[in-house]
C-alpha cells in the first residue's frame, strides 16, 4: 500500500503563494510509474482535481480555475511530487489531497489544509 504525506499547507493572504509537498512511500513498483494528482475538497463541496502530471512527467493537466496560477512538478529521484499555488484566492480554501495512480490501483494520502484569508 503506497504511503503519500502532504506537507506544506497553511494560512495564507490573498495573492500570496504556498508550495505543498507530497512524499511517497512504500511502493511496489517504482515511483515513477505513477501517474500523481492533487485534489481539493471545499467545505459542502465534492472533491475535484485540482492538477495532474503523468508517470513521465512529460503531461500536465489542471482545472480551469487553477490555470495560469498552479503548477504541478515531480522529483522522481525524491519521490515527491509538489504543487505551486502563486495569486492565491480566498475560494482557493480546502483541504488539499495528493493522489498516486497506476492501472486500476489509487492511494490517497491524509490532505493538507490551505486557508486563503486576510
Known amino acids: 500500500q503506497v504511503q503519500l504525506v502532504e506537507s506544506g499547507g497553511g494560512l495564507v493572504q490573498p495573492g500570496g503563494s504556498l508550495r505543498l509537498s507530497c512524499a511517497a512511500s512504500?511502493?511496489?513498483?517504482?515511483?515513477?510509474?505513477?501517474?500523481m494528482s492533487w485534489y481539493r475538497q471545499a467545505p459542502g463541496k465534492e472533491r475535484e482535481l485540482v492538477a495532474e502530471?503523468?508517470?513521465?512527467?512529460?503531461?500536465?493537466i489542471f482545472a480551469d480555475s487553477v490555470k495560469g496560477r498552479f503548477t504541478i512538478s515531480r522529483d522522481n529521484a525524491k519521490n515527491t511530487v509538489y504543487l505551486q499555488m502563486n495569486s492565491l484566492k480566498p475560494e482557493d480554501t480546502a483541504v488539499y489531497y495528493c493522489?498516486?495512480?497506476?492501472?486500476?490501483?489509487?492511494?490517497w494520502g491524509q490532505g493538507t489544509q490551505v486557508t486563503v484569508s486576510s
Open positions: 502530471i503523468t508517470s513521465a512527467g512529460g503531461s500536465t
Open positions: 493522489k498516486c495512480s497506476r492501472l486500476r490501483y489509487e492511494a
Open positions: 512504500r511502493f511496489a513498483y517504482s515511483f515513477s510509474s505513477y501517474a
